[in-house]
Every structure is written in C-alpha cells, then in structure tokens.
T-cell receptor, first 116, second 113 residues
Framework: DQQVKQNSPSLSVQEGRISILNCDYTNSMFDYFLWYKKYPAEGPTFLISISSIKDKNEDGRFTVFLNKSAKHLSLHIVPSQPGDSAVYFCAASAWYSGGGADGLTFGKGTHLIIQP | SQTIHQWPATLVQPVGSPLSLECTVEGTSNPNLYWYRQAAGRGLQLLFYSVGIGQISSEVPQNLSASRPQDRQFILSSKKLLLSDSGFYLC????????????FGPGTRLTVL
C-alpha cells in the first residue's frame, strides 16, 4: 500500500518555463513534507520542506504548496533551468503527530527533464 | 559540518557471495542512521534504521542484515546475495530528535550477477 504517490514517472519542460511536480498522500497522520532532488549515481539532496500548519513555502525558484483537504502537494520550479534535470522525490512523515524514528515515507519519484 | 561517507561506490558480486557495505557519519553525535535501497522504478525503500549502538529495526524481511558497532558507523551485510539484491543502496542520517530531516550519503551501486 503506497502512502505517498507520485503518479508521473517523468515530466518534460522547456527551459525557462514552470515545472510542476505533484505528490499525493493517503495517510492523514502525515504532517511534514519534503522534496528531495537526486542526480544519477548520487544520494538525494534535500530541497525544500513544508509543515502542515502552512500551505506554501518558498525558497528562491522553488515553492511547495500543500492542500491538506486534498492530501496533495506540489513543487513549482520557476524558471526551470537545465541543472534542474533530475529525479525528484516527495517524502512525508508524521513528525508532529508523534511519528517514530523510522521517519520518512518516500514516493517513487518523478524524472524531470528540462529541454533547451 | 556533518559529512556522511559510504563505500564502496560500486560493487559487482556473484550470486551467493557475502556483502558488507559501510557507512560512517562525521560531525554529529547520536544520529539516527538508515539504510535504503532504490531498485529500478521503485523509489526509496527503507530497509533498516537504528536509534543507537546495537539497536536495529528492520522494515522489510529479507536476507540482509544491519549492524551498528559504533555510534557513527552503520553496516549493511548479507551472507548470500540474491539477484534481487541488485540496486542502489543509500545510507542516511538524521539529527537526534529530528527524525523528519534525513541527509543522504552518495550511495553504493550493487550489481549481483
């Protein structure tokens, strides 16, 4: 049973345009969400996070939106650059709800391809 | 600053051979430590986590095991590798008390032939 779902295995976006990556979750106990970026043959790197008390968090070109009623979050990258081409993982935890040390539940990832 | 190391970076092993992957963390004390596997098209699967020396929790039953002989050392092992053990293995750490923030190592690409 997949509790964090990224339904788009890949996404192709033109350089300079907006990239929107989507993530859905089913566990209503999740209250902290993260996005990681991963290049081939490297470990994931933390990108941006959001807690359930917010509906938006912005960091430079990256903005994460959270819709708790829909159990949906999205990552917006504006403008998209060639270096953004990578696999993006959505992750969730029940941090404020007293989740355990096992921590994060990851989605399967979306491969973002930025075309020149 | 904190640093996490994994080795080897790549490994090719025959079926039935043993495995030992090592992960060490520098610059922090009492971290939570994690082993993940990324198999093709399957995202990141948590295999083991540890909240302290000698304390191991297993998330997925399999022929792998983990050990934490020192505070900042985490080892993934197998006595006999299977073809299905091929994948990209990632070690991660989280600060004490902040389990929702995990930082990953560079990973080990394991190919079992």
């Amino acid at each position: 049973d997949q509790q964090v779902k990224q339904n788009s295995p890949s996404l192709s976006v033109q350089e300079g345009r907006i990239s929107i990556l989507n993530c859905d979750y089913t566990n209503s106990m999740f209250d902290y969400f993260l996005w990681y970026k991963k290049y081939p043959a490297e470990g994931p790197t933390f990108l941006i996070s959001i807690s359930s008390i917010k509906d938006k968090n912005e960091d430079g070109r990256f903005t994460v939106f959270l819709n708790k009623s829909a159990k949906h979050l999205s990552l917006h990258i504006v403008p998209s650059q060639p270096g953004d081409s990578a696999v993006y993982f959505c992750a969730a935890s029940a941090w404020y709800s007293g989740g355990g040390a096992d921590g994060l539940t990851f989605g399967k990832g979306t491969h973002l391809i930025i075309q020149p | 600053s904190q640093t996490i190391h994994q080795w080897p970076a790549t490994l090719v092993q025959p079926v039935g051979s043993p495995l030992s992957l090592e992960c060490t963390v520098e610059g922090t004390s009492n971290p939570n430590l994690y082993w993940y596997r990324q198999a093709a098209g399957r995202g990141l699967q948590l295999l083991f986590y540890s909240v302290g020396i000698g304390q191991i929790s297993s998330e997925v039953p399999q022929n792998l095991s983990a050990s934490r002989p020192q505070d900042r050392q985490f080892i993934l092992s197998s006595k006999k590798l299977l073809l299905s053990d091929s994948g990209f293995y990632l070690c991660a750490w989280a600060p004490l008390g902040a389990y929702n923030e995990q930082f990953f190592g560079p990973g080990t690409r394991l190919t079992v032939l």
